[in-house]
């Protein structure tokens, strides 16, 4: 077995860093700023690059490198790395699609169950006139709604939108998919008991997800423009609501604030946003946002997941003839 040198340049679970070092392979974790990256992986003879989304592998940085063979992305998308490049210049690309997808799902219906009942809001008021305005508050908050019996619809159901789809109907919910690679799938809802439910989806186009859905969330990749905006927004139900936990500009966020300033939406959640790491402010002190710093893929099960997926990656390179 071949003993590789990796750098882990957005981090990785310390399970996984102990898997390795134990293996006999180097590890770096510490991170290489942008412009120091080609020289530390040059002079440090770097096998192996893992990065998450803070990383960006552009073709400048690959025509630089002269060692690597191996860039692992921990996570899903590869939108933060030019894979056609690396692949032209003998570097293979790999992923971990699958490891995170169970925590992004709980994300999403975190955010859609806080904002049916308000909780986004409340929270930022409670701390500031709980004990001032109780009545007031209580007031205002007295009108949420259950999702039991509510249409949730699922654009892009790969396996996130279908871990997403499982929570819902564990909920009661009815689910509305669209995907244009999809006809039909099976899931299976396993239970704490050994028992287990299996349901079939058939997917529909984009129109009856956005006339039919009380709640819509996005599955998608990156795109060059958005998915959803104003026309789009514009066919939903009144006073539904819209869910990116996907890829920041997926959605159009000036149509987005327009919809919740008028009311056409009733609430909004975001996990990612066009202009990370800096949103705009005015979108960020949105009453009617629920808000989270891109951490869908953020706990600590999907990260180890993940590292043992990054493990198995590299124990194959390493078995290489």
Known sequence: MKKLRILANDGLAETAAARLREAGHTLFTEHIDAGDLARFINENNIDV?????????????????????LIIRAGV????????????????VRNTPAASSHSVAELVMAH??????????????????????????????????????KTL????????????????????????????????????LRFFDGQKAVFRIRTVDFDT?????????????????PLIGAAEIDKMKDGAAIINAARGGVVDEVALYKAL?????????????????QPPVQLLMHPKLSLSPHIGASTVEAQER????????????????
């Open 77 to 92: 998308g590869l939108d933060n790395i030019d894979v056609k490049d690396a692949e032209a210049l003998g570097i293979r």
């Open 49 to 69: 690059l893992i990065v998450r989304s803070a990383t960006k592998v552009r073709k400048d940085l690959l025509q630089q490198l002269e060692p690597l063979k």
């Open 112 to 149: 859609l169950l806080t904002g049916v009942r308000f909780l986004h809001d409340s929270n930022r008021e409670m701390p500031l006139r709980g004990d001032q305005a109780f009545k007031e508050l209580k007031k205002r908050y007295s009108k949420g709604r259950e999702v039991r019996g």
């Open 306 to 321: 993940i590292g043992d997926e990054i493990v198995r990656l590299i124990d194959e390179l390493a078995h290489e003839d």
């Open 261 to 277: 300033d008028s009311g056409k939406l009733s609430f909004a959640a975001l996990d990612v946003f066009r202009d990370e790491p």
């Open 209 to 225: 997800v956005l006339r039919q859905s009380d709640f819509i969330s996005l599955h998608v990749p990156a795109a060059d423009k």
């Open 153 to 188: 619809g699922i654009i892009g159901f790969g396996r996130i939108g279908r871990e997403l789809a499982k929570m819902a109907i564990g909920l009661e919910m009815k689910v509305l998919a669209y995907d244009p690679y999809v006809d039909e799938a099976e899931l299976t």
